[in-house]
Each structure stands twice: as structure tokens, then as C-alpha cells.
């Protein structure tokens, strides 16, 4: 019962401690946020039991890095943030902005457990779904697992059926789950504003060269550049 009792705890702090948090947001920790998007990605390309095969990053026209924190007792919340860029139509890549990535659950669950995943989309009007006010890639574009490196026929199979969002996920933590779930993202217009001191939105942040990247995103830039070139 005192385990439950816990797992209710923080599951109501993490509710209030992400709400309270997103009204005071600092540059240094959208910084942060973007180093550890970066470091998840890299994390992922370590090692071929896990990294996205050069096949699919070649074809990528969108890339978003999730990283989240998943409570439940009953009621599950999944929250936190992401980083994304796109690839613009003269091939270069975007300048990173911040989004919101949540998801609340139904079902029998209990536990918690640190959520990191990479998305990659494959086509210019998946990515441009970034754009919208809300949106679900689940819902709105055909998701599905993507496989990893060195399953050369499989991706080649993949690519030919033509999904438009490949998950790549890394968990760490305990979760026990049958549920109903309803995942969202949305653009963080506070924490862009922020980080870029502009009042440009995603589509001039991710179309225009209207702001110029700061050096905080040098890395990270590079890094997408370097993997989606091979």
C-alpha cells in the first residue's frame, strides 16, 4: 500500500512540478535540454543493437528527440520535452526548437521510468506537422517501430512500405502497463523565445534563416549533419 501511496505522490508532484516549471523557464535550462537531447541521440548511434541505420538518416526529412519521465498509479502521466529540426528544401538543416511532449494513460500500471526516443520523419508534410498547435504523429502519419542497425533487409522492407515516423527508443526504469494511450507534442513558443530572445515561431524558426544559431547549437547541428550525410 506504501509503495502506491509513493507511486500517487509522485505522480502528482511530477504533474505540478512540470507546470510550475514551464511558467519560470531559464535559458541555461533549455541549454541543458538541448545538450542532453543531443547526448541521447549520440547514445543511441553507439552501439548497432540500437542506432538508426545510415539508409533511413539519409532519407530523413525530421528529426525529434524526446526525453521524458513516465509515472503511473492507474492514471499514467508521461511528460516532458523535445528537441527538433528539419531538413530544409535546399538540404541543409534547421536550427533546433523546443517542443512539449506528453501523454496521459488509462489502464492498470504502476511504476516509473525515464522514456528517451528519437523520431525520425521521412517525409516533408510529416515534418511539417511540427507546424500544427497540437499534434499526435501516431494519429496522423503511419508510425511504427524502426529497426536498427545491421537488419539491412528489414530496413530496406521498411523504407519500401512507406512509414512516415520510425521510433528508436531507449528506456531506463521500471513500468508495468495495459493501457489506453493518447500521446501529444506540441511547440514550446516560451522556451524558443527564450533560447533564441526572438518572437519568430516554428515556421520561421524551422523555415527561414531569419535567427541566427547560437553557438549552443553548434553541436548538435553538426552532429545531425554528420549522421544524415553518410
Partial sequence: MKKFLNAFVLVAALAVGL?????NIKRDTLVE??????????????STKTAIPPEVLRRAQGIVVINQVQAGLFLGIKDGYAVAMVRRPNGRWSIPVFLRAGEASFGLQAGV??????LILTDESTARLLLKSRFNFGAEAKAMAGVRGGEKEAVNKQLVEGAQ??????QEGYYLGAAIKT?????????????YNTNNRLPELLFSDWTTPPTE???????????TSR
Fill in 165 to 170: 515516423v520510425l521510433a528508436y527508443s531507449l
Fill in 19 to 23: 507546470t510550475a516549471h514551464a511558467a
Fill in 217 to 227: 547549437t553548434r553541436f548538435i547541428m553538426d552532429y545531425v549533419t554528420r549522421l
Fill in 33 to 46: 535540454r538541448l545538450d542532453t537531447c543531443e547526448a541521447i541521440l549520440q547514445d543511441l548511434q553507439s
Fill in 183 to 195: 500521446g501529444f507534442m506540441q511547440p514550446n513558443d516560451e522556451a524558443n523565445r527564450v533560447f
Fill in 113 to 118: 521510468k525515464a522514456v528517451n526516443t528519437v
